[in-house]
């Protein structure tokens, strides 16, 4: 199956800072799916985008796919402490890798 | 009440042992996963099942077997535990499977299960 790579692996941020994260597909993606994961805890389902060129945003999460549908990132804008975890960028059942973020108060 | 739950929690065992994770799902979902996520966070699909067929084994040895004795359930049995197998498990559901070609579906995690084998 499709398999979608995620960079950076790591990011530490300094809290107030923005994060970005990336996924990219070499084929077309018909969808792409964001999941976050705190430390100790499960994969939580936070989005999906569809449309070439979409963007969405959730408070001070931005999410965006790319117009060819290959890649997709997810902007987090002043970082809290409560933004730690790992996020992952998903097609169906595919996970990437994850980013992991951690951020110091 | 969870919408996912799995059992136990944690799982401690010795090398050739059988064991066995439950999942259920009170979501009215029709489609039920197993993920593998190791120690560097990598989660990787194991099997996928809607309403109870079997949709999807992904390359996993034949120790693994799952069950799904009706859609609410899914249950993982593990022969012969080896070291490698030592992860943590997540059961998960989704209101249909994904077809490939279109919409996809949001996966509903449970809360995991930390296997150890020594």
């Known amino acids: 199956g499709q398999q979608v790579m995620q960079i950076p692996q790591y990011q530490h941020v300094q809290e107030g800072e923005d994060f970005t994260t990336y996924c990219n597909s070499s084929?077309?993606?018909?969808?792409i799916q964001w999941y976050k994961q705190r430390p100790g805890g499960h994969p939580v389902f936070l989005i999906q985008?569809?449309?070439?060129?979409e963007v969405k945003k959730q408070k001070r999460l931005t999410f965006q796919f790319g117009e060819a549908k290959k890649n997709s990132s997810l902007h987090i804008t002043a970082t809290q402490t409560t933004d730690v975890g790992t996020y992952f960028c998903?097609?169906?059942?595919?996970f990437g890798a994850g980013t992991r973020l951690t951020v110091k108060p | 009440d969870t919408a996912v739950s799995q059992t136990p929690k944690y799982l401690v065992t010795q090398m050739g042992n059988d064991k066995s994770i439950k999942c259920e799902q009170n979501?009215?979902?029709?489609?039920m996963y197993w993920y593998k996520q190791d120690s560097k966070k990598f989660l990787k699909i194991m099997f996928s099942?809607?309403?109870?067929?079997?949709?999807i084994n992904e390359t996993v040895p034949n120790r693994f077997s799952p069950k799904s004795p009706d859609k609410a359930h899914l249950n993982l049995h593990i022969n012969s535990l080896e070291l490698g197998d030592s992860a943590v498990y997540f059961c998960?559901?989704?209101?249909?499977?994904?077809?490939?070609?279109?919409?996809?579906?949001?996966?509903?995690f449970g809360p995991g299960t930390r296997l150890t084998v020594t």
């Open positions: 998903a097609r169906d059942m595919r």
């Open positions: 998960a559901s989704s209101p249909f499977l994904s077809s490939g070609s279109g919409f996809g579906y949001e996966q509903y």
């Open positions: 099942y809607n309403n109870k067929e079997l949709i």
């Open positions: 084929t077309t993606l018909s969808n």
């Open positions: 979501l009215g979902h029709d489609t």
């Open positions: 985008l569809v449309k070439s060129g």
